[in-house]
């Protein structure tokens, strides 16, 4: 299960269900269910692009992200992209997603204009987590299955830079 935001403080949050390949809408005041939407065979990790209000769902056992409306939770495209991809990471400032290819040892770069895979980068074996710093325009690789948030201090400690202008 994976959880993403769509705004800090807006109060709205993206819940993937592995089980049963679900993608959930929950007020994050409440915590009441606000809807539901059916993706692609274990949703795994799930973000939001707060600019286009795309919510971006990889999904490992199927090897697909799907791409669905943050209001209205319609599936509005989905697409393979590779070997068992785990977590996801937005740039909403280059409006590119990157999608961490645990299988390919890779990570799925895709225009989020188009909603279509760029390129394959090549990363290192273990690949599982991905994160963005999206001032440096830069994609982070986590290895293993703990990927601390962006804006810990010492999250650095577990990302190695792929070194890649992106």
């Known amino acids: 299960m994976a959880i993403a935001s769509r705004r800090p403080g807006d109060g709205y949050h993206y819940d993937g269900e592995e089980l049963y390949s679900d993608l959930y809408a929950i ?4 915590m009441a269910q606000l809807g539901q939407v059916h ?9 939001v692009n707060f600019n ?3 919510v971006y769902v990889a999904c490992f056992a199927s090897g697909e992200v799907y791409v669905v409306d943050g209001a209205s939770l319609a599936v509005l495209d989905h697409f393979p992209v590779g070997s068992e991809p785990t977590y996801v990471a937005v740039n909403p400032d280059t409006n590119r ?3 961490a ?5 890779g990570v799925a770069v895709i ?3 188009t909603d279509m895979v760029t390129k394959i980068i090549g990363a290192e074996a273990g690949t599982f987590g991905i994160a963005v710093n999206r001032y440096l ?11 601390l948030p962006l804006f810990a201090p010492t999250a650095i400690v577990l990302f190695r ?5 992106v």
Request: hydrophobic share 35%.
């Open 137 to 147: 325009n830069r994609i982070y690789q986590g290895k293993g299955e703990i990927l």
């Open 27 to 30: 007020d994050g005041q409440t």
């Open 52 to 54: 286009t209000n795309k």
């Open 161 to 165: 830079l792929l070194g890649f202008e």
């Open 97 to 99: 997603i990157y999608v």
């Open 101 to 105: 290819l645990h299988g390919l040892n």
């Open 111 to 113: 225009n989020g204009a």
């Open 39 to 47: 993706v692609g065979a274990e949703p795994f990790g799930v973000a």
